[in-house]
């Protein structure tokens, strides 16, 4: 017989009693439906007693939260229901990125900016609040008809740049320059530039507000930006919007020039926004527009045009590269190497109309594969040919052609299926094209 004497069981009313479950409807001053009295102050406490205290914090918190869920579900189903009828019926072409940007279906023609910008007034004169005071506007020639054209302040020492192109007619004692205001005072001619299409005129005007340059490598294709000029009777600033189309062009100016690396732009500017800043959304300058013989539009990226003044500023002179005109070489590949049996080459993707490239019958498609008596096996090899020469130098190319023979500038690089394999050689007088 065990002599150990085991404890009695407590009923469910004396648990009950023990851990003091409150009934409904107590007053605000006594505990909640399901919360705990404090437990009595005993060393030892049944088992039984703990486990009730258990259930019944179980019970009150399944009563508590039990009644909200459904009703939460409820709400967060609701809600989605909302927003989903919503973005159902909303009109996708009301969509816009940021001010003035517009979305076009494949199969319709861009409409004019002014037509589908409702702010176009408003959104590229904020814009422009940032450097419309370094926009100086030009008069060129004295006689009823004179011209007129825009420049730029290059920094605060009166120095502007403007398009050069603009000035080769001009007497370059016959610039006035059109300030803020309208004040209107004699610009000197520094010197121009028709490689890079840049020109530098100086000023004595006191306390012009210095310009804010921005990164011309930050604005892509696609970007929208501001074009900003001045009026000439008024000298108000005017201010517009442009899209940029592409970037690293090359345009023949009225002359017959040809001016790479540029901006090529939507809008159209007359010869009166010649000289004139291309703005990003910030408002920082980052192009300078140019004339071209085409009638497109295009603009000189700040980047250069500020490294051209400089030099014209300090020498009066600007050092030249040498420069065939295609764009876009890239070393080919493994591939074609095999089906063509050559050591390397250069695939050319780009060939610029009225180039030095042009004008010797290389087209999209051929492979460079020598250059005098280099062989060219990678970029490295040809910039180490170019190096050596001035531009109207001549300098003998080989190549490698297939069947491919579009020289569009807009052709895509070729599949190497449609690649053939005959080396045949041609004679280029380089060109110029000024140091980046």
Known sequence: MNSTRSRPALSRRAVIATIGVVEEGTPNDEPLEGQLQPAPDRLWRHPAERGAEQAAANLAARRVYGRRWPSMFMSFVAGCTVVGTVWLFQDASQTTERPGNFYESPSTTVPDLALV?????????????LNQGSLIGLRLGSSPDHNYAQSILLADDGHLITSAHALLDVDPDDITAVLPGGEQIPAQLVALDSVSGVAVLKITSPE??????????????????VGLGREFESGEPVARTVDLLGK????????GDLLSGLFRLSSEFDSSWAGAAILDEDGAIVAMTVESRSGDHYAVPTKLARRVAKDLVETGTVDHKAWLGVDGLVDVSEGIKKERNLLGGLLILRVWDETPAAKAGLVAGDIIVGAGSVNVISQTDLRLVMAT??????????????????????????EPGELGGEIFTTTVTVGAAPNS
């Open 117 to 129: 910008l409702p702010d176009n007034e408003v959104w590229p004169s904020k814009v422009a609040e």
């Open 248 to 255: 690293d062009h090359v345009a023949a100016t009225r002359n």
């Open 389 to 414: 020469l001035d531009p109207g130098d001549t300098i003998e190319v080989r190549y490698s052609r297939g069947d491919r023979t579009t020289s569009s500038p807009d052709e895509t690089t070729p």
């Open 208 to 225: 012009l507000p210095p310009p804010t340059y921005g990164d011309d490598l930050q604005v892509l294709a696609g970007d929208l930006l």
